[in-house]
C-alpha cells in the first residue's frame, strides 16, 4: 500500500508542474495527494493496535475519502473548458454537505467510537452515517461523471481524447471504493479496502502512459530533424 501511496504522489507532482496554474492540473494533482492520505490512513487501520489510533485512522480515511470526491468534482467542472457555471447557493450546499461529512467523520461516536479495539477495526462503522456517506459518495460521482460526459460530447481531437483516458483511469477506482469502501463496509467489513488501492496503481500507469509518456514521446518525435 505504501508503494501505491507514493505512485499517487508521483501523479500529484507530474500532473501540477504539467501546468502549474490551469484549475484541471492544480485540482487533479489535489485529488492524488487525497488519495495518497486516504491510502496512508488504511495503513494506520492495518497496523495500528491503540484503540484511539484505530478510531483516528478510520476516521481520517472517511474525511480523505470524502476530499477525494469533493475535489475530483471540482476538477471535473473545470477540465478543459466550463460548460456551465455553478451559483453561489450550488456551491454553498457543495460546501456544506462536504463539510458535514467531514465533520461526522472527524467526530468520535458518529462514523466510528472514539476507541476500536483491534478485534473492531474492520467491523466499527455506524450503519446510519455509513450510508449517509455513501449517499453522498454516488451523488458527487454521477455529477462528476455527468459533467465529463457532457464535456466529452461537445469535444473532439485532442480534449476529447484527454477526456476518455481521464473517464477510464477513474471510473475503476471510483467504483471499487464506492463498493469495497463504502456499502461493504456500511452493511459487512472493510476488510476489502485494499481491492481499491491497488485498482489505483491502474490509474496511475494509465494516466502516466497514455497523458504524459506517449505525449512526451510524440513532442520529442515531432521536434527530430526530418
Same mark, same amino acid.
Given at each position: 500500500?505504501?508503494?501505491?501511496?507514493?505512485?499517487?504522489?508521483?501523479?500529484?507532482?507530474?500532473?501540477?508542474?504539467?501546468?502549474?496554474?490551469?484549475?484541471?492540473?492544480?485540482?487533479?494533482?489535489?485529488?492524488?495527494?487525497?488519495?495518497?492520505?486516504?491510502?496512508f490512513?488504511?495503513?494506520?487501520?492495518?497496523?495500528?493496535?491503540?484503540?484511539?489510533?484505530?478510531?483516528?485512522s478510520?476516521?481520517?480515511?472517511?474525511?480523505?475519502?470524502?476530499? &477525494? @470526491? /469533493?475535489?475530483? +468534482?471540482?476538477?471535473t467542472?473545470? *477540465?478543459?473548458?466550463? $460548460?456551465?457555471?455553478? =451559483? %453561489?447557493?450550488?456551491?454553498?450546499?457543495?460546501?456544506?454537505?462536504?463539510?458535514?461529512i467531514?465533520?461526522?467523520?472527524i467526530?468520535?461516536?458518529?462514523?466510528?467510537?472514539?476507541?476500536?479495539l483491534?478485534?473492531?477495526?474492520?467491523?466499527?462503522?455506524?450503519?446510519l452515517?455509513? &450510508? @449517509? /456517506?455513501?449517499? +453522498?459518495?454516488?451523488?458527487?460521482? *454521477?455529477?462528476a461523471? $455527468?459533467?465529463?460526459? =457532457? %464535456?466529452?460530447?461537445?469535444?473532439?481531437?485532442?480534449?476529447?481524447?484527454?477526456?476518455?483516458?481521464?473517464?477510464?483511469?477513474?471510473?475503476?477506482?471510483?467504483?471499487?471504493?464506492?463498493?469495497?469502501?463504502l456499502?461493504?463496509?456500511?452493511?459487512?467489513?472493510?476488510?476489502?479496502?485494499?481491492?481499491?488501492?491497488f485498482?489505483?496503481?491502474?490509474?496511475?500507469?494509465?494516466?502516466?502512459?497514455?497523458?504524459?509518456? %506517449?505525449t512526451?514521446?510524440?513532442?520529442?518525435?515531432?521536434?527530430?530533424?526530418?
Amino acid at each position: 500500500m505504501g508503494i501505491v501511496a507514493l505512485m499517487c504522489l508521483a501523479l500529484a507532482y507530474r500532473t501540477w508542474i504539467g501546468n502549474t496554474t490551469h484549475p484541471s492540473n492544480i485540482f487533479y494533482a489535489i485529488v492524488s495527494l487525497m488519495i495518497m492520505f486516504w491510502i496512508f490512513s488504511l495503513i494506520g487501520i492495518r497496523l495500528a493496535m491503540d484503540p484511539v489510533l484505530i478510531s483516528l485512522s478510520i476516521r481520517m480515511s472517511g474525511i480523505f475519502g470524502a476530499l &477525494i @470526491v /469533493f475535489f475530483f +468534482y471540482i476538477f471535473t467542472y473545470h *477540465f478543459a473548458f466550463k $460548460r456551465f457555471y455553478l =451559483t %453561489k447557493k450550488q456551491y454553498a450546499l457543495l460546501f456544506a454537505t462536504t463539510a458535514l461529512i467531514i465533520l461526522i467523520s472527524i467526530t468520535p461516536g458518529y462514523l466510528v467510537p472514539g476507541r476500536v479495539l483491534p478485534e473492531n477495526r474492520f467491523d466499527s462503522e455506524s450503519p446510519l452515517w455509513g &450510508i @449517509v /456517506f455513501t449517499i +453522498y459518495y454516488i451523488v458527487i460521482v *454521477f455529477l462528476a461523471f $455527468r459533467n465529463l460526459w =457532457t %464535456k466529452y460530447r461537445n469535444m473532439d481531437g485532442i480534449w476529447r481524447s484527454r477526456l476518455r483516458q481521464i473517464m477510464i483511469a477513474t471510473s475503476a477506482p471510483l467504483l471499487t471504493g464506492g463498493i469495497f469502501g463504502l456499502i461493504l463496509p456500511t452493511f459487512s467489513t472493510a476488510e476489502f479496502e485494499w481491492i481499491t488501492v491497488f485498482c489505483l496503481v491502474f490509474m496511475v500507469v494509465y494516466i502516466w502512459y497514455q497523458i504524459f509518456w %506517449k505525449t512526451s514521446q510524440g513532442v520529442k518525435k515531432a521536434q527530430r530533424p526530418r
